[in-house]
């Protein structure tokens, strides 16, 4: 055996692997799903619908409740569940934040396991690009109506946990480079035939099965 098996056995000792269907279970309840993949990973198998995507080499600073750089939901307490492509590295991830004190794990098998048990993958070609803070960004109307409601909840549930929102006067908008517009004149995502903002959302993002 290698050292690296055996690091990786150690740190697979010391914890509670979820299978992919346990991680999506995890999640509904609450868990936080991270994304270690790589974009180029990500652009070839999909995205995981209401994970974090973090770059590995910034995990322990962004998860750490007691750090100064730690993400808004890094909250003490919170369960962290990893993903990586195959469930590797996701395992010396999750060990590494279980010696922060995360209450962290990983998943079996990886997003490619996921993704054969036929959970869901959103194709990167119906998001928007992220920004320089890993964020997509979203435009719609100021004024409050049911799809200008419920699809904020939708984004951030399900498709990007740290998406950013810009609201606008009027009816129409230019989008800058990288944004997408919900619920509004020739917008990316609007009423389509019998469909509300809201349901065309769910189609095209790939949720509705």
Excluded: N
């Amino acid at each position: 055996m290698s050292e690296v098996d055996r690091v990786l056995e150690a740190a697979r000792a010391s914890l509670t692997r979820f299978t992919p269907q346990q991680a999506h279970d995890a999640a509904k309840g609450g868990a936080l799903l991270v994304d270690t993949r790589t974009a180029a990973q990500r652009a070839r198998q999909g995205e995981l619908p209401g994970a974090l995507v973090i770059d590995r080499t910034v995990l322990e600073w962004r998860l750490d409740p007691t750090c100064p750089h730690r993400i808004p939901e890094a909250l003490p307490g919170t369960r962290v569940v990893v993903l990586c492509r195959q469930g590797y590295s996701s395992s010396l991830a999750a060990a590494s934040l279980r010696s922060l004190g995360v209450d962290a794990t990983d998943v079996i098998g990886g997003v490619e396991a996921w993704a054969a048990a036929g959970l869901p993958l959103v194709a990167p070609d119906r998001l928007p690009p992220r920004d320089a803070q890993g964020r997509t960004v979203w435009v719609t109307r100021a004024r409050p109506k049911v799809d200008r409601i419920a699809c904020p909840w939708l984004i951030r549930r399900f498709i990007d946990p740290k998406a950013g929102f810009k609201f606008i006067d009027g009816k129409s908008y230019a989008p800058e480079p990288g944004e997408l517009r919900f619920d509004m004149a020739d917008a990316e995502f609007t009423h389509e035939g019998d469909r509300c903002s809201f349901e065309t959302l769910v189609f095209r993002a790939g949720l509705d099965g």
